[in-house]
């Protein structure tokens, strides 16, 4: 949910319980950045694809 949150333009704050929670969190949080930033790429290639292949709208 924090990283929905932040990508909808809303400052986010994780609070975790110890510093070990911290340190088990940070692979998953780095999982979640990559997952996101390589969705976020494959949705603009997606967009261009779509664009270029569509019919110019009707006027």
């Known amino acids: 949910m924090a990283f929905q949150s932040a990508y909808c333009g809303f400052n986010v ?3 975790l319980r110890s510093q070990g929670s911290v340190e088990r969190a940070k692979p998953k949080f780095e999982r979640l950045r990559t997952i996101y ?3 976020f ?3 603009k290639q997606t ?3 779509t664009a270029a292949d ?3 709208p009707l006027t």
Do not use: G, I
């Open 47 to 49: 967009r261009r694809h």
């Open 13 to 15: 704050t994780v609070w």
């Open 54 to 56: 569509s019919p110019p």
């Open 41 to 43: 790429e494959a949705m």
């Open 37 to 39: 930033l390589n969705t």
